[in-house]
């Protein structure tokens, strides 16, 4: 399998370059390609991840499949690619989707069944997160008494920011807001739900919806380690951050080589590359019971 780090298509130009994403717009459809691009710090790094653009799109394909029940997705298809996109075959599949075109929601549908991240820099600055008060005494990474619906703005570039409900509601409206919130966190609790036993603790995820004649459908990427914190539950210790289980290695890396976290991001060794892409393969197997081929 090729790495990928941007599709380069003769006479094709991409709709957008997202820090991942390469989308082609094909009328009231869209062509998603998971390229191997990695960020980190929201910095995208010139070094690519063989298998992982791969292992997001599948694991995509696997969550949209089990929770299709809970709320209707974008996925048309990942096997087949329609003229003149079918002449590329060979570097889109395993990676590309086909879905729907839809008008994406302005927020960020985060949920939270631990405290961690931005969600503890603010409980620990205000004892609240996203304006939810929480109980006192609470550690990094501890977990909640039950998962919370926290949405963020979608920063067109740099960090989302966490907002209230209530600003949620003033943005895409109250009932689309509450609608949003309901299946998020259904969502949530059946993936952590179904990580649990597989050793996996599902910290907290980002989920986006978007319209399609009224209706409400979960598009863009589902419960991947890009879009989640996967926490091994071997090694859980709250009262510090854990280990992330895709990136760790990468940012151990730049944080031992001080780069000061802006671009351009530095190239990464060959070793680290490696035990960043078995990291991706592990999610995948774990999640989805089978071996990424
Ligand atoms: N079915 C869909 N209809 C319309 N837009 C979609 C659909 N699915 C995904 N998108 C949009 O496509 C983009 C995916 O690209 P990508 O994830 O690389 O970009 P990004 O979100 O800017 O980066 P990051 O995820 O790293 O913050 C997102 O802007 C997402 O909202
Ligand atoms: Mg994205």
Known sequence: MKVLWETQFAGLT???????RDLYDLGDRLL?????????????????????GRVLTQLSLFWFNLLRDAIPNHVLSAVEFPAPFDRFKDELAGRSMVVRKTQPLPIECVVRGYVSGSGWKEYR??????????PAGLRESDRLPAPIFTPATKAVSG?????????????????LAAKARDVSLE????????????GIILADTKFEFGLLDNELIWIDEALTP???????????????????????????YL??????????????????????RAKYREAYRILAGRQLD
């Open 14 to 20: 991409p709709a957008a370059r997202g820090k991942v």
């Open 32 to 52: 998603i390609v998971a390229t191997d691009r990695l960020s980190a710090f929201d910095v995208v790094l010139p070094t690519p991840i063989p298998d992982k």
């Open 125 to 134: 600055a205000t004892g609240k997160i996203c304006g939810i008060p929480l």
């Open 159 to 175: 960090h989302d920011e966490n907002i209230s409900f209530e600003q949620a509601a003033s943005l895409v409206g109250k009932e």
């Open 187 to 198: 969502l949530y609790r059946r993936a952590a739900a179904y990580a649990e036993p597989r």
């Open 226 to 252: 890009d879009s989640s914190r996967f926490w091994p539950a071997a090694h859980y210790s709250p009262g510090g951050p854990q280990a992330s289980f895709d990136k760790q290695f990468v940012r151990d």
């Open 255 to 276: 944080e031992r080589m001080q780069w000061p976290k802006t671009p351009p991001g530095p190239e990464l060794p060959p070793e680290v590359v490696e035990a960043t």
